[in-house]
């Protein structure tokens, strides 16, 4: 059997006065996420692990089976993976965002839906300003920045220590900023944000070595360096033609780095070696984290045009990307942000028509075709955090899933959704057990 998880990111959500006391997906009764409830098993799973943030990160690979206390390092370095620079010993990879700032607040997380050839040439501007050389040796930084999607970058610190408090942009919109500014963390802590440190992996790991590239820095070196990044980005990129012409037209300008969740480079078995059952797998996702986890978990990385980590990806080439890989591969694991981006932005109405698109565009056609294949394949369905649409942030709580397959015996439920899930027959699964139930079929 070939098995294919298919992930709305942030998904899951809160009941909502304005829709009747229902959540989005009770009051938005997706077609098929509903047939496939009705027709396999459902039931809830904790992604996050006592102690770690509720991020992507920390979720997705939770998802894929993977103990986060042995293989944790941020998303810095996931995100460095798959945007293909091959990280050092000593670098200390952490990701950075382009954001929105605006009387003393964080306003938007994204830079004003920041598009990804607009950001390479901010990204550009601010390595010929604030790349630093470690003792004036030619060709040897202290700091670089490099370029990924849209707002999402990553900034990589030869020899910079990852036991800093970071705050996730996302989870503190309209927050005054300086406030968050990053601090050295009193104590080594496996993540979060300001009031549990972001300092992205287990505890028992030391700081890398300088190979010859100059002295590692302390935490507090590190944080201090970073918010001098953050402060001098600011000043620069107010003075981009961009950004000018951003303010100019009334809109939401690019204004400051927000760095947060960094790492060194983790040590990561493939799906493969985890699981013998599956010899080959693929993900599909326009999200750089999202292809740094597969690209180290042995997955084939499959880019889709048009897929934007928004509402107007393309959900059909997606799926026919996600159908035509489940001819070669044994495991396809098929992200689609645009749930949790609108979930950030507040946006119900988005976040609706962004579930509807999931279930009508991407879902539907998958499972059409694999009802027309000859070798059974498992679908699950699920998100990996809540991010509701009142709080704007991710929330550490249960998500619902399904497990679908033809000849699987259905349990009692009828629709998908975060109340119905409880009364699956999965019950509550925690982190490793949902793979090994999925993929092991325990």
């Known amino acids: 059997m070939k098995h294919i998880i298919i992930l709305g990111d942030g998904m899951a959500d809160h ?24 027709e396999g098993r459902c039931g809830r799973l904790i992604t996050v692990p006592e102690g770690f943030p509720p991020g992507s990160e920390v979720a997705n690979t939770a ?97 910079g220590n990852k036991h800093v408090v970071c705050a996730p942009p996302h989870d503190h919109p309209n927050e005054e900023w300086r406030s968050l500014l990053v601090k050295a963390s009193p104590s080594p802590s496996k993540g979060g944000d300001v009031e549990s440190p972001d300092t992205a ?59 947060w969740s960094g790492g060194y480079r983790p040590d990561m078995q493939t799906l493969m070696q985890q699981y013998p059952q599956i010899k080959s797998g693929a993900v599909i996702s326009a999200v750089d984290l999202i292809q740094g986890i597969g690209k180290y978990a042995g997955l084939r990385i499959i880019k889709v045009p048009g897929a934007t980590g928004l509402a107007n990806t393309n959900y059909e080439g997606k799926a026919e990307a996600a159908i035509e890989a489940l001819k070669k591969d044994d495991f396809v694991f098929v992200h689609v942000e645009a749930t949790d981006e609108a979930g950030h932005d507040g946006d119900i109405d988005l976040k609706l028509k962004a579930i509807d698109y999931l279930d009508q565009r991407l879902i539907k056609p998958i499972v059409e075709a694999i009802e027309k294949m000859d070798e ?13 649409v009142e709080l704007r942030i991710h929330v550490n709580e249960p998500v619902p899933f399904i497990i679908w ?38």
């Open 63 to 159: 998802i894929l089976g993977y103990d986060l206390n042995k293989v944790y390092e941020g998303r810095g370095p996931l995100e460095a993976a798959s945007i293909g620079y091959d990280m050092a010993d000593d670098d200390f990879a952490i990701r950075c965002n382009i954001i929105t700032l605006e009387d003393g607040k964080i306003i938007t997380h994204n830079g004003g839906n920041l598009e990804t050839e607009d950001a390479r040439v901010l990204i550009d501007y601010l390595n010929e300003n604030l790349a630093k050389p470690i003792n004036k040796r030619e060709g040897c930084e202290r700091v670089k920045f490099i370029t990924g999607i849209q707002y999402r970058h990553l900034l990589v610190i030869k020899g």
């Open 15 to 38: 009941q909502v006065a304005r829709l009747g006391n229902k959540t989005l997906l009770q009051y938005a009764r997706p077609e098929y996420m509903n047939r496939m409830a009705r």
């Open 405 to 442: 397959y033809k000849g699987i015996e259905a349990d009692d439920v009828k629709e998908y959704d975060e109340v119905s899930c409880v009364n699956g027959s999965y019950g509550l699964l925690r982190l490793q057990e949902f793979m090994q139930a999925f993929v092991g079929g325990k």
């Open 376 to 388: 059974p394949v498992a679908v699950a369905i699920l998100p990996d955090h809540p991010t509701p």
């Open 201 to 259: 992996a287990s505890s028992n790991q030391t700081p890398p070595p300088s190979e010859g590239h100059g002295e590692a820095l302390t935490p507090q070196q590190t944080a201090d360096l970073i918010n001098e990044l953050i402060l001098k980005s600011q000043e620069l990129l107010a003075k981009h033609p961009y950004n000018i012409n951003k303010v100019k037209n009334g809109e939401r300008p690019a204004n400051s780095i927000w760095p």
